[in-house]
């Protein structure tokens, strides 16, 4: 550290005082010599560094592994057998314990836990946890359990994380519970700021660190599902006999699943582009690891179109030549345009497919778009199938077109219709020119 700033930190530290008060009385202040200031931005920042000094190990093995929050640490050791692991956990901290001696710091036994987390195949798996050998911390004997509670999130011994959602469900029903009585039916606070109330503070509860836990597995999203459909229905205040999907839809919100996932994406998009001194790292791909455990490899899975997807590239457009412009048929617009598109009907080959789509924005905002396919018999038009969509009030009718293009041509692949040449009309030059010609590298072309 830079001699300025441990003199500042000196100086920070030196002539202190601190006074007790109560009932708006207080007593003199009197000076103090441990400790740090509360409620200073720089006190946790000194805390770490005072607390790091007995956490670092510069020799740790590869199979020995500390991660720590603020006073919180966790260390994990990866050994072929319990007994081995406990005397491996024995000498590591021990060697913390001297590191922390002429510090004044020590582990405080009381609060420290005990897991075991054995292979699914492991003879050890089924045997009782007072028959391994205890871990002994400061001449105090700890005990294992079959689950631990860490940052937040209780950890099972085989990783399944069904204790932690059903103690999930469990906080978010007290939650609840607080807050019934705001729903009240004649006086009560309304749906829109139930919805708020649900996506600031019930949710957030529920869903505390679902990257590290959720995995989409059948049993905890059973456990939650039922919680998440409880806190539609008080923010709603519809009957119990209302569906389910349609609880969803009226209180707008996604699916649980496809909502712990966009979670989980989030956050793997943000470990993606950390700066390379960050302590966390991107995701990495595990093959040997089993697929429904959580882990970096799954926020791999999730995200790894980021990494082998052909994203879209923005800073360049494209070098490909682009398909020729057709000349116009009707250059002197000397024929009508129904006119001119029935004599081009007529000259389509056999089973033809034809594609008209469009795109529009309503009075009130609401930007739609629909498609329909038809193909070519008898010098005729037969229909094959259609499709609509709703796009909401933040795209444009440039947008609305060419997303009616590409769901029409993305339903060809579920139709019956064989193999043949293929005509979009479409009535927008500009959306025309993007799948033309991609000067502009647009998403949808």
Known sequence: MLVYLTNWVAAFNTARKMAFGFDRQSEPPQPYCCGLPQCSPISPILFLIYSNAMLENQNEST???NTSYMDDV??????SSVPKANARLEERTEQHL??????????????????YCLPLTSKDKNKSLSSHRPLRVLGVTMLAERQ??????FIDESLTFKYHASMAATRVSKVLASLNFLRHRSRGIPACIAHHLTMTAVLPTMFWVSPAWWTDTPRVAAMLRVAYNTVARWSTGLPLNTRTTNLITLVHLPPMEAYLDYLSLRYAIRLHFLPTHHALGPPRNLPDTRTNLPGLHHLYNLSKHLVQGKLEDRTATSIAPGVAKTTSPNPNK?????QLHEKWLRTLTESTIVIYTDGSKLENGDVRCGWMIHYSRNQQLHFLSDGCYHLGRRAEVYDAELHAVQEAVTSLLITTASRAPVFICI????AADAL???????EYA
């Open 63 to 65: 199979d020995a592994i």
């Open 74 to 79: 966790c260390m994990v050791q990866l050994s």
């Open 98 to 115: 001297e590191n922390g001696a002429h510090l004044g710091l020590t582990f405080a036994t009381p609060k420290a836990e005990l897991l």
């Open 148 to 153: 631990i509670k860490y940052l937040g999130v």
């Open 334 to 338: 000397t024929m009508q345009p129904r």
């Open 427 to 430: 009535d927008n030059q500009a």
């Open 436 to 442: 033309r010609f991609n000067t502009s590298n647009h």
